[in-house]
């Protein structure tokens, strides 16, 4: 079992940029495929990116490519989604999830494939 808690979330203005920062305990840390999510008011929680265990691997929902960076520290226990950029429309929770299956190049985009969840963390971007 591993448990996740996310960090780094603010007030930002359009156009800014922020760093999340979620921090693993638990299990080891390398032997799960990490993800991150976002769900905003009325809205369902989506995709937003995910790495592999071993970093080699990363891939992103298309209207953020270009924009957001996940990134981890194996040695830290820690997975990190740079923000730039910043829009209105990121206004969201943000979670990351840890996922136990796959192997080191596998990477996870749906919700149900995801076994455990942080608590998330506010993004507000004004306009």
């Known amino acids: 079992q591993v448990q996740l808690v996310e960090s780094g979330g603010g007030l930002v203005q359009a156009g800014g940029s922020l760093r999340l920062s979620c921090a693993a305990s638990g299990r080891t840390f390398s032997s799960y495929t990490m993800g991150w999510f976002r769900q905003a008011p009325g809205k369902e929680r989506e995709f937003v990116a995910t790495?592999?265990?071993?970093?080699?691997?990363?891939y992103y929902k298309d209207s953020v490519k270009g924009r957001f960076t996940i990134s981890r520290d194996n040695a830290k226990n820690t997975v990190y989604l740079q923000i730039a950029s910043l829009q209105p429309e990121d206004t969201a929770v943000y979670y990351c999830a840890a996922d136990l299956a796959g192997g080191n190049y596998y990477v996870e985009s749906r919700v149900r494939g995801y076994e455990y969840w942080g608590q998330g963390t506010q993004v507000t971007v004004s306009s």
């Open positions: 790495i592999s265990r071993s970093g080699a691997r990363t």
